[in-house]
């Protein structure tokens, strides 16, 4: 079964430091997605980034980035220069189509605090 | 801004009581699904829906029902809430295929059964 797992139940970090959320993911499924996503404490999740089992190069979207390692089976965020605004919980998810249909896996989160 | 609308926002309610929760989207989308979220936790599926007319328990068994009449519209209901309903339940859709799949999640809704 496919299944995302984060180790971190919390980070925090300083301001304008860069800061690495971990993620690592089962599936043997050679086609997959992966995806980051934000909740702040509103609720809402936002999404951030996607790395495709496929792509050659990592994802970048400004300050995130996807620090994929297929062979590891880790697709860790990175997020740079930390804002005060960057703290909520993060949550990697997965795309999984087992069972017939398409949907999102999601790993427990990592609750992120930006320190001034 | 928001393509896909839940409401209430908020929801606090008696044990007992009946409760619709409303997820509308204005993108067309075929797909939806409904999550399920503890404070803190990660999100499960308990419902999902490929077009009008077609709806299917998720991965996370939930004693609540959801509809399908019109394809922008996809509400859930709890015919006797209890307080183990307590929870955030994310409405999301997604569109056909593409980079990221096209998931869009609404702000969700908070219900607290007292």
């Known amino acids: 079964a496919q299944k995302i797992t984060q180790t971190q139940p919390g980070m925090f970090v300083q301001e304008k430091e860069a800061v690495t959320l971990d993620c690592t993911y089962d599936t043997s499924d050679p086609s997959y997605g992966l995806f980051w996503y934000k909740q702040p404490s509103s609720g809402e999740m936002i999404f951030l980034i996607y790395q495709g089992s496929y792509d050659q190069q990592n994802a970048t979207e400004g300050r995130y980035s996807l620090n994929f390692q297929k062979a590891r089976k880790s697709a860790n965020l990175v997020i740079s220069a930390s804002q005060l605004g960057d703290s909520a919980m993060y949550f990697c998810?997965?795309?999984?189509?087992?069972?017939?249909?398409?949907?999102?896996?999601f790993g427990a989160g990592t609750r992120l605090a930006v320190h001034p | 801004e928001a393509d896909i609308y839940q409401t209430p926002r908020y929801l606090v309610i008696g044990t007992g009581k009946k409760i619709t929760l409303e997820c509308s989207q204005t993108?067309?989308?075929?797909?939806m699904y409904w999550y399920q979220q503890d404070p803190g936790m990660e999100l499960h599926l308990i419902h999902y829906s490929y077009g009008v007319n077609s709806t299917e328990k998720g991965d996370l068994s939930s004693e609540s029902t959801v509809s399908r009449i019109r394809t922008e519209h996809f509400p859930l209901t709890l015919e006797s809430a209890r307080p183990s309903h307590t929870s955030q339940y994310l409405c999301a859709s997604r569109g056909g295929q593409g980079i990221p799949y096209g998931y869009t999640f609404g702000s969700g809704t908070r219900l607290t059964v007292v």
């Open positions: 998810a997965m795309r999984d189509v087992s069972g017939g249909y398409n949907k999102l896996i």
């Open positions: 993108m067309g989308h075929d797909k």
